[in-house]
């Protein structure tokens, strides 16, 4: 499976993004696809994940609230759609897929190669 994440940019604070992940090479349903992001200096750190069939979600408590991610599944794509952005959300941020339903970036087995989001104060 092969993950092509795109969307990030420069925003300001309070301000959206919608970032996108595009797969290929799979059965995207398949697979629960999750989102993750990484600032400077920091690990790696869970955001959201969906399952399969979209039909479950669960968010970091970071982002609840702020943040929803979707798929379409008939566009092999999944989202994360990014409200009320704060300075501390600037990070790279991951797709991955797993044939698991997880928070633990251990059990996803592909990467897309990360998009950059800065959130300007």
């Known amino acids: 499976v092969q993950l092509q994440a795109s969307g990030g940019g420069l925003v300001q604070a309070g301000g959206s993004l919608r970032l996108s992940c595009a797969a290929s090479g799979g059965t995207f349903s398949g697979y629960a696809m999750g989102w993750f992001r990484q600032a400077p200096g920091k690990e790696r750190e869970f955001v959201a994940v969906i399952s399969g069939n979209g039909a479950n979600t669960y968010y970091a408590d970071s982002v609840k609230g702020r943040f929803t991610i979707s798929r379409d599944n008939a566009k092999n794509t999944v989202y994360l759609q990014m409200n009320s952005l704060k300075p501390e959300d600037t990070a790279v941020y991951y797709c991955?897929?797993?044939?698991?339903?997880?928070?633990?970036?251990?059990?996803?087995?592909?990467w897309g190669q990360g998009t950059q989001v800065t959130v300007s104060s």
């Open positions: 991955a897929a797993s044939v698991l339903y997880s928070s633990n970036s251990r059990r996803y087995e592909y």
